[in-house]
């Protein structure tokens, strides 16, 4: 029997903070953690939209810190699921931070969040499939492939000449 | 004139946390997102005292995590820098949980986080190069070239072709 | 010469927050007060959005509480201004809570917060017109001035008799 | 068999609040949602007080907030039960900021809670009533009827020709 | 000139804190650090009524925790400043827990806090010396000298034998 | 049958601390009841090391506040249990401040708080004994016993006179 199907915009999350002094340095930036920690609620919750289930984080991938985002910025991320594969989802997050007297925005950065969907004994349960529509779902979808190859290299769970997808960002074969 | 040397045992920073009711998710493991702010705090402060200067988080590595850490663990984060360029630096973060009532330590998981140092109006700002002293020390050290060349292709700032040291864990060349 | 005119949609602002432990009562039920402090975040939001200014929050309507909402709930809270008058704004709130393991989705109140847009040294300072784009635009907007009616009456600021807007709920006149 | 009686005195309490900077905005002001999250702590215990049970916020009514409170000042917070009906509860919560190194005390406003009690099973439970002692006892215990009939209009429970006690104030019959 | 006059009463401050889950141990018994937090914020408070001034912490007398304070309980804590010495201030705090269900209060324990009003540039001083008014007041004005010398033994700024006070709860001379 | 024995290093324990806008007064210092509760927490944590049980805060030891510790600085706070006595443990802490962009540390100050094992129903359960190695840990477990007496004492529960080890502070007998 076939899995269920669903579409990315059905997982799809808005999450909007504020920037308060607690979260910032001594420079009145957001700390990265602070971030992170926001990233990870969000991307949460989208898995659990996607899957109806309870989700653990299982990794995250490289992020990039480029732009600081200040104190009193409002911050919004948003998160949608990209691909599943039997009991994991790819959850990509885009951030943005505005700065809303001058109304300026800037997009901070984005980031790729697995989770696994669970029972509640904590045991691995399979989700929907993701049936891409648009063509960014699609850029998404099939990207998700090697990003999973390199997640499972560095984490010592595949052998790197396996990973026949990821070898195409080094030119090679 | 030659940069300054230091150790990593000059920036080993140790923390400790206990894991509490809002920490934890509906299965009472500790959500990934408070953990990623405890290890931004804790490498922060051992790129701090490395370099005595303010720093921002630059980057953060693949984090995998494995092991669910339980609400009422003991969790004792270990940081240290691990190489320093011009003006970031590498921290590596090492993860460790507790269970008191029966001592059972679990080993959760290590992390790579990137610090920029920079001076009071956000400008970077050279630092300390590290000398490595035990072998761990120089692993940590020789990997970190290998772990800068796939952060710098992934934010797409460096080529495939021209990262010799990462080509290495592919078998290629 | 003739002020700004912006649209509800250009405010709008969505927020997600995830019931946590701290947040309930003995039952497990989100408290009331949290729920108005995140009330009062994502409508300040919206209302900076709007006028692009510093805001501060004037005054809180009549709100109800009529579904407990659970731990480990997702809450979504929508926010856009309905209508501004000088340098206040009115800001409609709809919240929804959903149960993600059943998918559950429960619309749990609406509010109506008011906000005065500030400049530096907190005097009041103008702010954009609402233009209604929609139906619903337009039925918030038009409510907006019996509401404030009752807000000005009930602040002692305005003689009940001189609320003709108001009279109309009460059948008079 | 008639209802126990309980004095408004019986359910007073008084809290107070250092104004830290995570509670306040970028013009060093008390934000409105803070200050209603402490609304709701001191009126729900206030309440408990009076019904010895568990209570769940039912409504708030309208509050104006019109003297910025500072960071660093101290807020106190003063609730007492002013009627009860059947299950539900009035409270009625003053507040005051007092700048210490002046000296100079702010009333910066007040504020009506409405409390239901529940039994462990969130069911409504009849509670004591109040007895009015003083003549501001009175002036509240009065004033609940008409508040509560407006409480009753807006949440669309009352029909506006039936609020009697509540056309008094439009000077109405 | 002789220095102002205070009565105790005019710094009499009461704090209400119900006990959230995030306060709690593993037995959900409140944490004495929680406990002490707010002691330390309760006395500051009164400390500052006193002397209308920025105080600091200067000390804190032995503690005991000999009844465990359980999640949902209402804590009272009423402080009052006992003695002025110069520009310090002993404040003794009284703690209460409530459970509200069954009515039942525990008194929880008392402590002593020192503080130290400073000018902006953290320079002590000259705070109003206190004049006792009742019985109990007197008791515990009388009984500030004796915790004075035992406080200046303990940090080694007085030589036990001159602790003509102390001396006489060792029933000593 | 003896008890079992266990060194003090076996329940060392390293926290570190930033410290953030919310920690501190109008000063900018860090407020004495947040520090207490970091103190809480890292001598709890040693307790529970040492006895491998939940453990509750039984008392505190007089504490000085002598050298102010500043926005943005780095504490430390290294704990050990010094002495157990059937099922209560005395645990030191000591704090140290460190200002990093000058690299400048501040011995901030020490204190002893004491802990009781309990097993799952809250009853007192025995622990291990302490076994000094070194010369600092039998200084301060020599020094245990006269501060169990002043404890005792404090506490009502020890009639001075029978205080032999802490009569020799006064250089009494």
Redesign the interface.
Known sequence: MPRKKKFPRESF??????V???D????N?L????L???????S??SA??HS???V??????????NH?IQ??N?VTLKARVTRAFNSSMEVRIDVEAED????KKTVSNSAY?TFVA?D?S?RPIDVPEIEPETDEDREYYNGALRRRQ??L???GRMK??D?HEL?S????E
């Open positions: 999350v808005s999450m909007t903070e504020l308060l002094p607690n910032t340095n001594t420079l930036n700390m990265g953690g602070r992170m920690h926001w990233m990870d609620i969000v949460a919750i659990q939209k109806n289930r309870i653990v984080t299982a990794s995250v991938d490289n992020i990039s810190f600081p104190l009193g409002v809303i007297p001058t109304g969040f669970v509640q904590g390199l997640r290299i560095l984490a790197p000449q990973a070898k960002i080094f030119n090679i």
